[in-house]
């Protein structure tokens, strides 16, 4: 890991980082072709990618329900355990995000709110390249069903090594897409499956929201897709801030450091601290660890390569360092780690005290383990129920309600020359004070419907209203129902 040692008084800086963005030029290219040719070869352009990237000849991409129920049978009982356990705490934690629709009523009985309704259909991307996700599998199907999600699709990438006939999907994963309600499952992956999801092809329908974490392809395909359907994030490879003083044990922390190294070789990792004797201690730990570890390759090249140690001169200077990284995890090492969590302005999930390690987060806790990378947490959040529910403005006015606003309405509309805005507003201003009468074809031919639309009313009239019928169910109708 390089040092960057801070002067006093001087800050990090976001150059001083050498981060690369999650996705490059040539890979949003190669994603924006596969995601071309999905779009005009459906079913048949998938079965191609799936033998030239996975080494698989697919015939049928959806995975059928026996083989999914079957994933249950024959596994340990002590990792069903811990899933369930997982699921249940997962879904506790995000029942909790769970937001009603609202409204409220104005004296004049207009009627204002949020309706809250949950997408149709969300498909959730799982990887399934260097290690299987089970854990990937509930933080997204959880959070889907918790807010009302009737289709959660799952894609993941099939393995090429599965025997033949064999179920080409790991049981584990499996256990999870049943455990935490997936209702389909397709065996595709990369930009690929991205495109079939937020496109459709002759076997897999078309989904309204993707989330999940995934490679550079992967998160290429999401922001290509974006717009066309929704999505969560655009992830970029996992990153870990440790900000550890003295009182922090170094094995600990190296090892919490290494949690996020094994993940992949541009995963990046940071330690913090205001003392460099610690941060060699820490070093040295971790290549003790490293010797230990079954994924040490994978661990080694991160640190080596992404890793970074910041020793500040104060603690001060440290958090502002933090803030700096804005990183995915955030680990507070520190004797008064609670009372430092005000300052912590930028990071995904934030791991207050020694004994909150980042793995129980991306595993039991609750909170979702997907969350933003790169720098992004200064402005977007985890994943949670939010993601899979929209939300639609309810504007109901009465009379009274419409002669109270109107004025204010034509006006602006008159200061942005949009006529037809004022004369939308000025037409029911007229049935109101004239009668249904006033708006007929006849009577409308000989107004002055440019002062209709814009009255010039004074600037009282603008700011309080106009009086009329009075609000509530006992007004008149605005345009009552005509016989036939």
Same mark, same amino acid.
């Given at each position: ?72 049978? !024959?596994? %340990? ?45 969300? !498909? ?65 992956? !990369? ?11 002759? =076997? ?14 992967? $998160? ?5 897709? =974006? ?10 490879? #996992? ?35 205001? %003392?460099? #004797?610690?941060?060699?201690?820490? @070093? ?22 992404? @890793? ?9 200077? $440290?958090?502002? /360092? ?14 008064? /780690? ?36 790169? @720098?992004?947490?200064?402005? #977007?959040?985890?994943? #949670?129920? %939010? ?19 109107? +004025? ?16 939308? $507003? ?13 708006? =007929?074809?006849?009577?409308?031919? @000989? ?7 814009? +009255? ?15 609000? !509530? ?10 016989? =036939?």
């Amino acid at each position: 890991m390089r040092t960057i040692t801070l002067a006093p008084g001087e800050r990090l800086q976001p150059r001083m980082l050498a981060r690369e963005g999650a996705v490059p030029a040539d890979i949003t290219a190669s994603a924006q072709g596969i995601i071309d040719e999905v779009r005009a070869g459906g079913d048949e352009a998938l079965r191609r990618f799936c033998r030239e990237f996975d080494g698989v000849d697919v015939a049928d991409f959806r995975l059928p329900d026996e083989q999914v129920d079957a994933a249950l049978e !024959g596994l %340990d009982p002590s990792f069903l355990a811990a899933l369930e356990k997982a699921a249940a705490q997962i879904r506790d934690f995000h029942e909790r995000e769970v937001q009603q629709s609202w409204f409220t009523a104005r004296p004049d009985g207009t009627v204002l709110g949020v309706k809250v309704t949950p997408v149709a259909a969300a !498909g959730i991307y799982v990887p399934g390249g260097r290690a299987q996700y089970p854990s990937t599998v509930l933080m997204n199907a959880i959070p889907a069903k918790v807010a009302g999600v009737r289709r959660v699709v799952m894609v993941t990438p099939p393995q090429r090594d599965a025997a033949p006939g064999a179920c080409p999907i790991s049981p584990y994963t499996l256990a999870a897409a049943k455990v935490g309600g997936v209702d389909e499952i397709y065996t595709v992956g !990369g930009a690929q499956a991205v495109a079939a999801l937020a496109y459709g092809t002759e =076997s897999i329908p078309r989904v309204e929201k993707v989330t999940g974490p995934g490679n550079a392809y992967v $998160a290429a395909a999401k922001r290509l897709v =974006s717009g066309d359907v929704g999505i969560d994030m655009v992830a970029g490879p #996992s990153e870990v801030c440790v900000l550890a003083d003295a009182t922090a044990e170094p094995a600990v922390v190296a090892a919490d450091l290494m949690a996020q190294a094994e993940h992949d070789p541009l995963a990046a990792c940071y330690l913090v601290t205001c %003392d460099a #004797s610690f941060a060699e201690r820490v @070093g040295r730990a971790a290549e003790a660890l490293l010797a230990a570890n079954p994924r040490r390759d994978i661990a080694a090249a991160s640190l080596a390569e992404q @890793g970074a140690v910041v020793i500040a001169p104060d603690m001060p200077t $440290a958090l502002e /360092a933090v803030n700096t990284i804005v990183p995915e995890h955030l680990e507070l090492h520190c004797a008064d /780690a609670m009372g430092l969590l005000g300052s912590i302005r930028n990071a995904g999930a934030i791991f207050v005290g020694a004994w909150s390690c980042e793995p129980l987060g991306d595993y039991v806790a609750g909170p979702n383990h997907t969350l933003p990378t790169g @720098g992004t947490a200064t402005f #977007s959040s985890p994943l #949670s129920v %939010d993601d899979f529910v929209k939300k639609s403005s309810v504007i109901c006015y009465t009379p009274a309600g419409l002669l109270a606003d109107a +004025p204010a309405t034509q006006r602006l509309a008159q200061a942005e020359g949009l006529w037809a805005h004022g004369l939308s $507003a000025g037409l029911r201003r007229r049935v109101l004070e004239l009668g249904p009468d006033a708006v =007929s074809p006849e009577a409308l031919a @000989g107004a002055d419907l440019a002062r209709t639309a814009w +009255p010039g009313d004074d600037p009282d009239t603008v700011a309080r209203g106009i009086s009329g019928p009075a609000a !509530g169910p006992a007004a008149e109708p605005v345009f009552p129902a005509k016989e =036939s």
